[in-house]
């Protein structure tokens, strides 16, 4: 496996497995491991309903 580098919130090790980076990308060449950029996306979306939580 090849080090792409580290996550910018846990600190983890991401690597590119069989050809494949396990993570994501941003816009400003930092890297998120999976579940961070999860947690990021969702709360992101919690703001985006003024941070009430959902009814549903
Ligand atoms: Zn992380």
């Known amino acids: 496996m090849e080090l792409i580098?580290?996550?910018k919130s846990c600190n983890?090790?991401?690597y590119c497995q069989n050809g494949f980076f396990?993570?994501?990308i941003h816009d400003d060449q930092t890297i998120s491991c999976t579940s961070?950029?999860?947690k990021a996306a969702?709360?992101?979306h919690t703001q985006e309903?003024?941070?009430k939580p959902r009814t549903s």
């Open 22 to 24: 396990v993570g994501v």
């Open 36 to 38: 961070c950029s999860e």
């Open 49 to 51: 309903n003024g941070g």
């Open 5 to 7: 580098g580290y996550c």
């Open 12 to 14: 983890k090790e991401l």
């Open 42 to 44: 969702a709360d992101a």
